[in-house]
């Protein structure tokens, strides 16, 4: 660019004529001194612009530079630093030199002085601030001249300025070997934030001023973003001091309060130490501070909460369904598993389960203990006997509730308190399941819970409620690991249900079934459909006979009725009617039938010999019942009544015999033998409730003694008299009930033979798939496919496996590195 | 009198004022901070700004780019201003002192 000469004096204004540095700078020396004591009305900011200017563009901005620097420095250390040292009084002086500050002088004298000394320091900071962008505004010319920056790699006036600060002010000590004043400001506002914590008022906006310039300081000039002061000098000494004082606050409030309230400190504390981030110090330190309170006072002391007097175990048991809200809350904080509180609440279940588990144990073994003890009278015996089996009974109804009970008041506090937590819900599903399968009478006792109800339970209740009782039936049938065991304890109930027309309500019945459906799938309940299939059957075909007995034209009144069910021998479970595993082939087969009930029945036997060809029927005569009518000369007020006797095959045949006698001809319990071939113990059963059960004596005995012995004779009895009509002769054993111990051995061997069936047939069709495979991995295969029915024991699989090796449907691998086997097809 | 006026004096090396709006004026960042009333320099206090290092005839220019600025802010496709080509190094020069870089730019680039 070049210009023309004589315009060369135009420019006059800007061609700046020689400059004197120290003139200049003299100028602006006093001038900064003036910004310094907050005098600048009187400067023109021109004016001082423009010397700036000059000095840049004369090239001499680098001394400026550091004339500046030189000058910050001065005033800092001399002017600033002696006013903040001198508001560093004795008690903050006992406070930043030793621990025992704090006990040396009153809380309001270390409150007074320290915000004194912040207030001072906050009003330098800021006055520096102001005076900075002044003085950097006023030099923009020498911040614009970015090439000497740049070049110099110093950084800008203002930065430096700032360093200066923390250098000459922060960095300094208060007095020789004294304190850096950069930790008094740290002590002096933990100092600050301790009372707060007491509960003291402190003036926060004081310390988020001093807190602010910290922030706003770095260690170095680069200005490296993590290197602010804030981070170096204050953040960790902060999070060190308040974790010193959580962890005695927690364990103070361990000691001294209940978890209730504990939790309810805790969650204060917490949110506390949030917003004093937000108001006091820095956002920044939020989530440290949290993390560190939530260390301190939950993660460290949950187990201690946990296991206080007044900790989960007492909320539990007491309902403290918010307290046990807070714990969670606390807990779900820091371990997002809930580990602690899972952990004790699983603990609790057990317990209580066990609890429930042991009272079942002692209310079932109880009775007889009871009962041998009071053995005066029979009548006393009789009844106890019956208490007996109803206690055991209601013992078993008692363990479900307890049990649906415990599952109930869990599943409310976890809905409640636990916020319907995924992993508490688990880990209760779990602990539930573990308290069903560790009570060894579970099958039994949920089939029997289920029994009870469909005989009386379900009565006068609505759908909605019957629908609800099934519900919770299948929701421990779910729990139930054994489920082939329940399935035989079902099979055993339901048939005495049904034979002996105790259900309700077939359709709740059926309902329940296909519910089991739903829940275990189709093989569990095919033979229980099947049962319901034969009864319907067993309907037609009785209805059928009936229709053919009359077609025939043998109607007459006198002619016995018949009802009769065709079971098929696979799907029930006859032996639930048997006496214990005693084979009583012969005893049934060669029973002696009156004339009449002979007919009938060689009737029925033809009649559906036609019907269906090729099957063989065998009489259950021991399941049978009959009514008859009967007449008593003295029974209504010593005149004649007739009773509708409702009674067991087995009675109807004995006292059909004394149709045939006098009333004062005895016949003596052989004689009885003989002529019905009913099987002794049979007899003797029936013949104790006709002979000595109060309300059905319908026979006399001599002698008048409970105990039915060889020899014994039996009268009609003339005198028997009953106000009620209808009467049903208690059928021994008729009911279902828990079972007696050598029931439950036969039960648990027939179960094991089951099941030896059912893993073998597992293994093969395993094997005959893969044809050859590890031992180990035919074994957990096995598990797994047997797992929806019960947990097999590898021992009997193992066991399983060598007797179908010796049948040759498997060998072993000879020269396989791990044991294997093959399959033989 | 340490109130925003609406209007600002600018006074020129030899003598003459311009009195312009303050809103225009503050496009230099120089003149903006004279005036702040945060910092209470003299030029603040009587919403007056001499300048000693330019004249009448540069500073009237100045003052025309200011509204001429401000009335195209922001606008496209504008046309640029006049102003006469044997002010262009003082122009410059002035712009460079009162830190208006824009100005370099919008009007005097092409010297």
Same mark, same amino acid.
């Given at each position: 660019?070049?210009?023309?000469?004589?315009?060369?004096?135009?420019?006059?204004?800007?061609?700046?004529?020689?400059?004197?540095?120290?003139?200049?700078?003299?100028?602006?020396?006093?001038?900064?001194?003036?910004?310094?004591?907050?005098?600048?009305?009187?400067?023109?900011?021109?004016?001082?612009?423009?010397?700036?200017?000059?000095?840049?563009?004369?090239?001499?901005?680098?001394?400026?530079?550091?004339?500046?620097?030189?000058?910050?420095?001065?005033?800092?250390?001399?002017?600033?630093?002696?006013?903040?040292?001198?508001?560093?009084?004795?008690?903050?002086?006992?406070?930043?030199?030793?621990?025992?500050?704090?006990?040396?002088?009153?809380?309001?004298?270390?409150?007074?002085?320290?915000?004194?000394?912040?207030?001072?320091?906050?009003?330098?900071?800021?006055?520096?601030?102001?005076?900075?962008?002044?003085?950097?505004?006023?030099?923009?010319?020498?911040?614009?001249?970015?090439?000497?920056?740049?070049?110099?790699?110093?950084?800008?006036?203002?930065?430096?300025?700032?360093?200066?600060?923390?250098?000459?002010?922060?960095?300094?000590?208060?007095?020789?070997?004294?304190?850096?004043?950069?930790?008094?400001?740290?002590?002096?506002?933990?100092?600050?934030?301790?009372?707060?914590?007491?509960?003291?008022?402190?003036?926060?906006?004081?310390?988020?001023?001093?807190?602010?310039?910290?922030?706003?300081?770095?260690?170095?000039?680069?200005?490296?973003?993590?290197?602010?002061?804030?981070?170096?000098?204050?953040?960790?000494?902060?999070?060190?001091?308040?974790?010193?004082?959580?962890?005695?606050?927690?364990?103070?409030?361990?000691?001294?309060?209940?978890?209730?309230?504990?939790?309810?400190?805790?969650?204060?504390?917490?949110?506390?130490?949030?917003?004093?981030?937000?108001?006091?110090?820095?956002?920044?330190?939020?989530?440290?501070?949290?993390?560190?309170?939530?260390?301190?006072?939950?993660?460290?002391?949950?187990?201690?909460?946990?296991?206080?007097?007044?900790?989960?175990?007492?909320?539990?048991?007491?309902?403290?369904?918010?307290?046990?809200?807070?714990?969670?809350?606390?807990?779900?904080?820091?371990?997002?598993?809930?580990?602690?509180?899972?952990?004790?609440?699983?603990?609790?279940?057990?317990?209580?389960?066990?609890?429930?588990?042991?009272?079942?144990?002692?209310?079932?073994?109880?009775?007889?203990?009871?009962?041998?003890?009071?053995?005066?009278?029979?009548?006393?015996?009789?009844?106890?006997?019956?208490?007996?089996?109803?206690?055991?009974?209601?013992?078993?109804?008692?363990?479900?509730?307890?049990?649906?009970?415990?599952?109930?008041?869990?599943?409310?506090?976890?809905?409640?308190?636990?916020?319907?937590?995924?992993?508490?819900?688990?880990?209760?599903?779990?602990?539930?399941?573990?308290?069903?399968?560790?009570?060894?009478?579970?099958?039994?006792?949920?089939?029997?819970?289920?029994?009870?109800?469909?005989?009386?339970?379900?009565?006068?209740?609505?759908?909605?409620?019957?629908?609800?009782?099934?519900?919770?039936?299948?929701?421990?049938?779910?729990?139930?690991?054994?489920?082939?065991?329940?399935?035989?304890?079902?099979?055993?109930?339901?048939?005495?249900?049904?034979?002996l027309k105790k259900s309700q309500s077939i359709d709740v019945e059926k309902q329940m079934i296909s519910k089991m459906k739903m829940e275990l799938g189709n093989s569990f309940t095919l033979k229980l459909e099947a049962m319901f299939k034969d009864m319907t059957l067993s309907e037609d075909l009785t209805g059928g006979y009936r229709a053919h007995v009359t077609r025939l034209g043998q109607a007459d009144a006198k002619r016995v009725e018949l009802s009769i069910n065709v079971l098929t021998s696979m799907t029930w479970p006859l032996e639930a009617f048997r006496g214990a595993g005693e084979d009583e082939r012969e005893g049934r087969s060669n029973l002696i039938?009156?004339?009449?009930?002979?007919?009938?029945?060689?009737?029925?036997?033809?009649?559906?010999?036609?019907?269906?060809?090729?099957?063989?029927?065998?009489?259950?005569?021991?399941?049978?019942?009959?009514?008859?009518?009967?007449?008593?000369?003295?029974?209504?007020?010593?005149?004649?009544?007739?009773?509708?006797?409702?009674?067991?095959?087995?009675?109807?045949?004995?006292?059909?015999?004394?149709?045939?006698?006098?009333?004062?001809?005895?016949?003596?319990?052989?004689?009885?033998?003989?002529?019905?071939?009913?099987?002794?113990?049979?007899?003797?059963?029936?013949?104790?409730?006709?002979?000595?059960?109060?309300?059905?004596?319908?026979?006399?005995?001599?002698?008048?003694?409970?105990?039915?012995?060889?020899?014994?004779?039996?009268?009609?009895?003339?005198?028997?008299?009953?106000?009620?009509?209808?009467?049903?002769?208690?059928?021994?054993?008729?009911?279902?009930?828990?079972?007696?111990?050598?029931?439950?051995?036969?039960?648990?061997?027939?179960?094991?033979?089951?099941?030896?069936?059912?893993?073998?047939?597992?293994?093969?069709?395993?094997?005959?798939?893969?044809?050859?495979?590890?031992?180990?991995?035919?074994?957990?295969?096995?598990?797994?496919?047997?797992?929806?029915?019960?947990?097999?024991?590898?021992?009997?699989?193992?066991?399983?496996?060598?007797?179908?090796?010796?049948?040759?449907?498997?060998?072993?691998?000879?020269?396989?590195?791990?044991?294997?086997?093959?399959?033989?097809? | 009198?340490?109130?925003?006026?609406?209007?600002?004096?600018?006074?020129?090396?030899?003598?003459?004022?311009?009195?312009?709006?303050?809103?225009?004026?503050?496009?230099?960042?120089?003149?903006?901070?004279?005036?702040?009333?945060?910092?209470?320099?003299?030029?603040?206090?009587?919403?007056?700004?001499? #300048?000693?290092?330019?004249?009448? !005839?540069? *500073?009237?220019?100045?003052?025309? $780019?200011?509204?001429?600025?401000?009335? =195209?802010?922001?606008?496209?496709?504008?046309?640029?201003?006049? #102003?006469?080509?044997?002010?262009? !190094?003082? *122009?410059?020069?002035?712009?460079? $002192?009162?830190?208006?870089?824009?100005? =370099?730019?919008?009007?005097?680039?092409?010297?």
């Open positions: 660019m070049v210009l023309p000469r004589r315009k060369a004096n135009r420019m006059q204004g800007l061609n700046v004529p020689d400059v004197d540095f120290e003139t200049t700078w003299g100028v602006l020396e006093k001038a900064f001194l003036e910004i310094h004591t907050k005098n600048a009305s009187a400067l023109s900011f021109e004016e001082l612009y423009r010397n700036a200017y000059k000095i840049v563009l004369k090239k001499k901005g680098e001394e400026l530079y550091h004339k500046v620097a030189d000058f910050e420095a001065r005033w800092l250390s001399s002017e600033v630093r002696t006013k903040i040292v001198a508001t560093i009084t004795p008690p903050l002086q006992l406070l930043t030199e030793g621990n025992g500050g704090r006990l040396l002088s009153s809380t309001a004298e270390r409150r007074t002085a320290g915000e004194n000394f912040l207030r001072t320091l906050k009003q330098s900071w800021e006055d520096h601030g102001v005076c900075m962008g002044m003085l950097t505004d006023v030099l923009m010319y020498m911040v614009k001249d970015r090439v000497y920056c740049t070049d110099h790699r110093q950084p800008s006036i203002f930065a430096k300025a700032m360093g200066l600060f923390r250098d000459q002010i922060l960095r300094s000590f208060d007095r020789p070997n004294g304190t850096m004043l950069a930790e008094c400001l740290t002590k002096v506002i933990l100092d600050q934030i301790q009372m707060d914590r007491d509960g003291e008022k402190i003036d926060q906006h004081l310390i988020k001023a001093n807190v602010y310039m910290l922030e706003g300081l770095y260690q170095s000039d680069q200005e490296v973003e993590e290197e602010k002061l804030y981070l170096k000098m204050f953040e960790p000494y902060f999070l060190e001091t308040s974790a010193a004082f959580y962890r005695e606050e927690g364990e103070r409030l361990l000691k001294e309060s209940d978890a209730g309230t504990y939790c309810k400190e805790a969650k204060r504390r917490i949110d506390e130490e949030s917003d004093r981030c937000r108001s006091t110090i820095s956002e920044a330190t939020t989530s440290k501070i949290q993390r560190v309170v939530e260390d301190e006072l939950i993660r460290h002391k949950m187990k201690g909460l946990i296991e206080m007097d007044s900790g989960v175990q007492y909320m539990i048991d007491n309902d403290k369904l918010y307290e046990l809200g807070l714990v969670f809350e606390l807990e779900a904080r820091v371990d997002p598993r809930k580990g602690e509180l899972t952990k004790a609440i699983v603990k609790i279940v057990q317990d209580m389960g066990l609890a429930i588990n042991r009272t079942a144990e002692v209310t079932s073994a109880a009775p007889p203990t009871a009962a041998a003890q009071d053995d005066a009278g029979e009548e006393k015996q009789k009844a106890g006997a019956a208490r007996q089996i109803n206690q055991q009974t209601v013992a078993a109804l008692k363990w479900v509730e307890d049990v649906l009970a415990l599952k109930e008041r869990f599943d409310s506090i976890w809905k409640v308190a636990f916020n319907s937590d995924q992993t508490i819900s688990t880990a209760l599903t779990r602990s539930i399941a573990d308290v069903i399968n560790a009570f060894g009478r579970s099958s039994e006792y949920i089939s029997l819970f289920i029994d009870e109800n469909m005989k009386k339970g379900i009565r006068d209740k609505t759908e909605i409620e019957v629908d609800a009782t099934l519900e919770q039936a299948i929701m421990t049938l779910r729990y139930l690991q054994d489920k082939d065991i329940f399935e035989t304890y079902y099979k055993k109930h339901l048939c005495k249900r049904l034979l039938f009156p004339g009449s009930i002979e007919r009938i029945k060689t009737g029925f036997e033809r009649f559906y010999a036609e019907k269906y060809s090729g099957r063989k029927l065998t009489w259950q005569t021991n399941m049978g019942d009959a009514d008859m009518k009967a007449t008593f000369p003295k029974s209504r007020n010593g005149r004649p009544m007739t009773h509708d006797i409702n009674c067991s095959t087995y009675g109807m045949l004995i006292l059909l015999l004394f149709n045939d006698l006098r009333a004062d001809q005895p016949l003596s319990l052989e004689e009885i033998q003989t002529k019905t071939n009913i099987r002794e113990s049979d007899l003797k059963r029936n013949l104790q409730s006709l002979a000595v059960a109060p309300k059905t004596r319908f026979l006399v005995k001599e002698p008048m003694s409970r105990e039915i012995k060889a020899g014994d004779k039996f009268y009609y009895n003339d005198n028997f008299s009953s106000k009620i009509i209808k009467i049903k002769v208690g059928v021994v054993s008729a009911g279902n009930k828990v079972e007696g111990d050598k029931e439950r051995k036969e039960t648990e061997k027939k179960n094991n033979d089951s099941r030896g069936f059912a893993i073998e047939a597992a293994v093969v069709r395993i094997m005959k798939q893969r044809k050859d495979l590890s031992h180990a991995q035919l074994i957990t295969e096995t598990l797994t496919v047997l797992s929806s029915q019960f947990k097999p024991d590898v021992n009997m699989i193992k066991k399983r496996i060598e007797s179908l090796i010796e049948r040759e449907y498997l060998e072993r691998i000879e020269d396989a590195p791990v044991p294997s086997y093959k399959y033989l097809a | 009198m340490a109130s925003e006026t609406e209007y600002v004096t600018l006074v020129s090396s030899d003598g003459f004022s311009f009195v312009v709006l303050r809103s225009a004026a503050i496009k230099s960042p120089a003149i903006m901070r004279m005036l702040d009333p945060a910092y209470g320099f003299a030029e603040s206090k009587t919403n007056t700004c001499h #300048f000693e290092n330019i004249n009448g !005839l540069v *500073l009237e220019k100045v003052c025309e $780019y200011f509204y001429y600025y401000q009335k =195209h802010k922001g606008a496209k496709d504008v046309t640029d201003m006049d #102003f006469p080509i044997e002010l262009s !190094l003082e *122009l410059v020069m002035a712009a460079d $002192y009162l830190d208006s870089r824009d100005t =370099h730019q919008a009007g005097f680039i092409y010297i």
